[in-house]
């Protein structure tokens, strides 16, 4: 089992909609947890970041952490064609070898 | 823009040569991470240096190798290539040791023929 699993979709919806994209993890260690989003032919940018559970809202964007069910979401509100590109999540455990696990990344176009 | 700059853009070889890629981080970011991404196996961490010094290690095989100078720029070195190793590898710099905010670079493709 890999330790973050991300549907890579592709997720296709109308502007103005609600997107809901999703990440499970297996390692209960895993207290940071991030979104990034790349664009084509770019590197990843770091969208969203939050520590243990709960919400953290910036702007359209809401992140998710459920870690009773190792559940991470993120919430676009009233998705724009520029928010078209392919987000990532990622963990991060506290302490130890701090490295980043990646998911798949989920590809997402927002049609105008 | 990220402040991380990476060279070449593209490379593209042939199996059994030898490569560098390059990376100068931030201003300022004593840390630089080397990640190599595939369409299979998505972003996979290949290894952390601060500082100069190697700080952790990922899926990194034991043809690729990286080292961090004084200036704190950063080169991978890919050796012996198969077609497999066909992929982007993005440096990624952050001001300390520690993984959560991390500035990632444009990336170099490289493909091996």
């Known amino acids: 089992q890999k330790e973050v699993e991300q549907d890579p979709g592709p997720l296709s919806v109308p502007e103005g909609a609600i997107v809901s994209l999703n990440c499970t993890y297996s390692n209960s260690a895993f207290q940071y947890f991030m979104w990034y989003r790349q664009y084509s032919r770019k590197g990843p940018e770091l969208l969203m970041y939050?520590?243990?559970?709960g919400n953290k809202e910036d702007g359209r964007f809401t992140a998710q952490v459920d870690k009773s069910s190792k559940y991470i979401s993120l919430f676009i509100r009233d998705s724009q064609p520029s928010d078209s590109a392919t987000y990532l999540c990622a963990t991060m455990t506290q302490g130890g070898s701090e490295k980043l696990v990646f998911g798949k990344g989920t590809k997402l176009t927002v049609n105008p | 823009d990220s402040g991380v700059t990476q060279t070449p853009k593209h490379l593209i070889t042939a199996t059994g040569q030898r490569v560098t890629l390059r990376c100068s981080p931030r201003s300022g970011d004593l840390s630089v991470y080397w990640y190599q991404q595939s369409l299979d196996q998505g972003l996979q961490f290949l290894i952390q240096y601060y500082n100069g010094e190697e700080r952790a290690k990922g899926n990194i095989l034991e043809r690729f190798s990286a080292q961090q100078f004084p200036d704190l720029h950063s080169e991978l070195n890919l050796s012996s290539l198969e077609l497999g190793d066909s992929a982007l590898y993005f440096c990624?710099?952050?001001?300390?040791?520690?993984?959560?905010?991390?500035?990632f670079g444009p990336g170099t493709r490289l493909t091996v023929l």
């Open positions: 990624a710099s952050s001001v300390v040791s520690r993984a959560d905010t991390q500035y």
């Open positions: 939050t520590y243990s559970s």
